[in-house]
């Protein structure tokens, strides 16, 4: 009886410690979920990706994947928050602009070279210029056109101040000598309904299924593209450089960015998975049929890139005299 007692005691106590153990790890588990911060608003090609991104990394990793909305600033505010992280469980999704050409316009608290470090570019996307229902002309020469005419009776939204969408209607301003008015946004996911609701006269935005859609039922018109030619999905809408406007013929790049504190094989390691995950034909498949371009590389390749928008930003934005309203 007393070895039975025994027995019985050893087996609660290994019980108590195995039931501790299990709380333990979950609990150390739910401590290493991967964050990913989007620094738009929720909605919009950026968290809608970066949420599909998430379901299958948290599978290939193995362990949870939450993405966390942090807009304003025309995505500085969220990409201070990963500059700031200092740690391995923290990435963020994001258009390049917010680390290649904000912190030429606006004062960052991030050193945009130094404290955030590319991971893995995802894709490119074509920028449409589109009017929404305020818009009464029919293309962009009845656009720039109306704007000579009518001095700030045109506005026109873009993701925010130092987005690419606000220095390519600098550059737009700049050569036609008009002045369409700059709407800044926390991101895209608003601009739309509001585009809709006539809150503004024309948008500057990444191409997406709604917003082709929106084109196709006739609810917005699209005047121009950024992109290196004409869509084969879009082609009768010229590019800008068609339009005599070359240096507002831009693309938005978009990929994954770390703290620039984390180590070369975590950003190594999330680079390879970043680049299966694209490639799994429910994640690259409604990107392309949006008319997106996929993307992948090196670590090393994004950087470069990264690096080199940086230095011709810089300049760009010192020859346009572009300063943050």
């Not at 090609?45 to 599909?52: G, L």
């Amino acid at each position: 009886m007393l070895v039975f007692k025994r027995f019985a005691g050893l087996c609660a106590v290994s019980a108590l410690c195995a039931a501790s153990f299990a709380v333990h790890a979950q609990s150390e588990a739910k401590a290493q979920a991967l964050t990913i911060v989007v620094p738009y608003g929720a909605g919009g090609i950026v968290d809608n990706t970066a949420r599909a991104f998430a379901q299958k990394l948290a599978a290939e990793l193995g362990r949870p994947v939450v993405v966390e909305n942090r807009g304003g600033a025309g995505g500085m505010i969220g990409m201070n928050t990963v500059a700031r992280a200092h740690d391995g469980n923290t990435l963020g999704f994001t258009a390049v602009s917010p680390v290649t050409l904000s912190p030429h316009v606006m004062k960052t608290l991030y050193d945009p070279l130094k404290d955030l470090a590319p991971v893995a570019a995802v894709m490119y996307s074509p920028v449409y210029l589109v009017g929404g229902p305020k818009f009464t002309g029919k293309d962009f020469k009845d656009m720039l056109a109306q704007a000579k005419a009518d001095p700030d009776g045109l506005s026109l939204a873009t993701a925010g101040v130092g987005s690419l969408g606000h220095l390519m209607l600098e550059q737009i301003n700049g050569q036609a000598k008009v002045r369409i008015t700059h709407v800044p946004y926390k991101g895209m996911a608003q601009m739309v309904p509001d585009a809709l609701g006539g809150q503004f006269t024309l948008m500057l935005v990444n191409a997406s299924a709604p917003v082709n859609t929106l084109i196709d039922e006739g609810k917005l018109k699209l005047l121009a593209v950024g992109s290196p030619a004409r869509l084969p999905g879009r082609p009768d809408a010229p590019t800008f450089a068609e339009l005599g406007y070359p240096m507002a013929n831009m693309t938005s790049t978009f990929g994954f960015f770390a703290p620039g504190t984390s180590s070369a094989d975590f950003r190594q390691r999330m680079n390879t998975v970043i680049n299966k995950v694209a490639a799994m034909p429910d994640i690259s498949k409604p990107l392309t049929d949006a008319l997106n371009i996929m993307s992948p590389g090196s670590v090393d390749q994004f950087a470069d890139q990264v690096r080199r928008e940086y230095a011709d930003n810089g300049k760009i934005v010192k020859a346009a005299n572009i300063r943050a309203e």
